[in-house]
């Protein structure tokens, strides 16, 4: 109440607030709230990530990968099925060179001499150019071949690492971009756990993220994928051991190391002899390693060492024995097991531990990825003029982002289903409905040549 010193005193809880008070509340604000919003953009892009991740693997077919290009051609590599390279050929049947026709000849020679199974064409620049004379090929000479668009993010990145150069160092950049395409289809998980998971594209403003969570989320998200999978420990890379649980990059190389100058692993056991391997991380990466024709028929399932003398027992006591195991006959074991409690205090383990053995003795070996939607085979193309509105198509779900989701049709061009056509209740993100890799039914609602826009619904 002092006349004196009222004024000053407004002026300066005036001053003070629009100056410094409020400024920092807004800040605080925006703080909380782009933080909210990146925790948000993270999950989604882990997500989208895992479903790459574990795409169901192509098994047994011999693949031609496709790097698709103008200028410097289309770079092709024949794989055999377990991701040895044959052969490697450069091609020049799309602008500027147009040399189709001795292109053509090229690539049938490829399949009639390796027996190719499958093209897998990378979905870049000149993708849709390549799918054409893939196509036209497949028809004017009837060729026993299917092809599949593969998503190529991350290949150039891979192709230009260190990594890439100690695997094929007498390959040039392309070359090993177009093997990296055809393993892809092969075994996807094995593939891209060899790039950096930033550089796969799996969402939208990464770069706008922070980088220290985004890497963490994601690497664990790889972690997290290989290990429920399991890693055959004969054919695994030492990119793909090193995200085993208990497994640092060192081990790996040493798990790698001991393959090539001992020969195959024979049992789990023989880990321990891998330099640096001690018995601790034994322990923690033992149950995640596969070992598919060893000594023991419980190195290929996800039964951990530590549990063999009562997993055996629990065998004998149900009437099997471990050459069932082998033979897969021991389907069916849940239904002899009458009460998990008192069969787990007889073998001496937890309940949960028995539920998990018996859980995987149901299904030895199973490898989880068997559950995806499989990748689209393809033999025909389509072209963004060939689509009307109310076409009905299957499609691959290439992306997931807050408003909807882009979905490969075979066109040049991604189709969007907005959030608002993705079902009939609401939903407050895509995720709840669609995952990337998910192979969905589609109508056409709309198209824009001109915009190059195709609008989707899944409301059939």
């Known amino acids: 109440d002092n006349a004196f010193t009222a004024e000053y005193l407004k002026n300066c809880i005036a001053d003070a607030y629009g100056r410094l008070i409020a400024p920092a509340i807004e800040r605080e604000i925006r703080s909380s ?35 698709p290009a103008f200028r410097t051609g289309c770079k092709l590599a024949v794989v055999d099925p377990t991701g040895k390279v044959l052969a490697t050929k450069v091609i020049y049947p799309t602008e500027p060179h147009n040399k189709v026709a001795e292109s053509k000849a090229e690539v049938k020679k490829l399949i009639d001499k390796y027996h190719v199974n499958l093209i897998s064409c990378g979905n870049g620049t000149a993708s849709r150019e ?14 026993p071949v299917d092809y599949v668009i593969t998503n190529e993010a991350g290949a150039s990145v891979y192709s230009a690492s260190k990594l890439a150069t100690e695997e094929f160092p007498d390959f040039d950049v392309a070359q090993r971009s177009a093997v990296s395409i055809a393993r892809r289809v092969q075994d996807p998980l094995a593939e891209l756990v060899k790039i950096d998971p930033k550089s796969i594209g799996v969402g939208q403003y990464q770069h706008d ?6 890497t963490e989320a994601l690497d664990h998200v790889v972690e997290d994928c290989v290990n429920r999978v399991g890693v055959d420990l004969n054919t695994a890379s030492a990119s793909l051991l090193e995200y085993v649980s208990g497994v640092s990059k060192a081990i790996a190389k040493n798990i790698v190391v001991y393959r090539e100058e001992n020969g195959k692993f024979a049992s789990r056991s023989q880990l321990l002899k891998v330099a640096k391997l001690g018995p601790k ?18 190195d290929a399932t ?11 027992q629990l065998l004998e006591t149900l009437g099997y024995t471990l050459s069932d195991v082998t033979d897969r006959n021991v389907a069916g074991i849940s239904k002899k097991v009458r009460d998990y409690k008192k069969l787990a205090q007889d073998l001496e383990i937890g309940e949960l531990t028995l539920r998990d053995i018996v859980k995987e003795l149901e299904t030895p070996a199973r490898d989880p990825r068997e559950d995806m939607p499989k990748p689209i085979l393809r033999s025909d193309v389509l072209e963004i003029k060939d689509l009307t509105p109310g076409m009905v198509l299957k499609g691959t779900v290439r992306n997931v982002i807050d408003f909807g989701a882009f979905v490969d049709i ?19 993100h895509p995720l709840e409905v669609v995952s990337v890799g998910d192979i969905v039914e589609v109508k056409v609602l709309s198209v824009d040549v001109k915009k190059q826009r195709i609008q989707l619904t899944m409301k059939i």
């Open 33 to 67: 709230l782009t933080e909210t919003a990146e925790d948000g953009a993270i999950k989604v892009f882990g997500k989208n990530l895992e479903q790459l991740l574990l795409q169901p693997p192509i098994a047994g077919k011999v693949v031609l990968g496709w790097d």
């Open 130 to 143: 390549s799918e054409k004379i893939i196509s036209d090929m497949i028809h004017e000479m009837n060729l």
């Open 209 to 214: 993220m922070n980088q220290k969570k985004l």
């Open 281 to 298: 991380a034994y322990e923690q990466c033992a149950g995640f390693m596969r070992i598919s024709d060893g000594k023991n028929p419980l």
């Open 302 to 312: 996800g039964v951990h060492p530590e549990s063999y003398a009562a997993t055996k």
């Open 410 to 428: 075979g066109v040049h061009q991604d189709g969007l289903v907005h959030i608002s056509q993705m079902c009939d209740r609401f939903i407050k």
